[in-house]
């Protein structure tokens, strides 16, 4: 079963919350949202998980960890407060992994 989730701030969970997403997780700091990744990477029905990218900056480490693995995929989205500048391109780095190619955006 191919589920979806969501690892994010209050705000941002409301807002997926009342678009119908139910695997939402609302985390208030970096070290509770590695657990909680941590979770939801080991669980084989969670194939697409949902990261802000306020968050993601702040758990470079075990972000890179779960990427190396085929599922999880780890997709950045801006939080209520808008988009960020973000450390590394999770986007860019998933195909150059899968495809071998190096795609560079502007």
Known sequence: ????????????????KLAGLKNVYSVESAEEAE???????????????LVTERIINQIQ???????????PLIIPIPDVRGPTT??????????????GIEVKLR
């Open 1 to 16: 079963m191919t589920r979806i989730a969501l690892v994010a701030d209050k705000n941002t969970v409301t807002c997926f």
């Open 35 to 49: 657990r909680r990744l941590r979770e939801l990477s080991e669980n084989p029905d969670f194939t697409i998980i």
């Open 61 to 71: 480490a075990t972000i890179k960890k779960i990427t190396e693995r085929k599922y």
């Open 86 to 99: 973000m450390k590394t391109d999770l986007i860019v780095e998933f195909i150059k992994r899968k495809a």
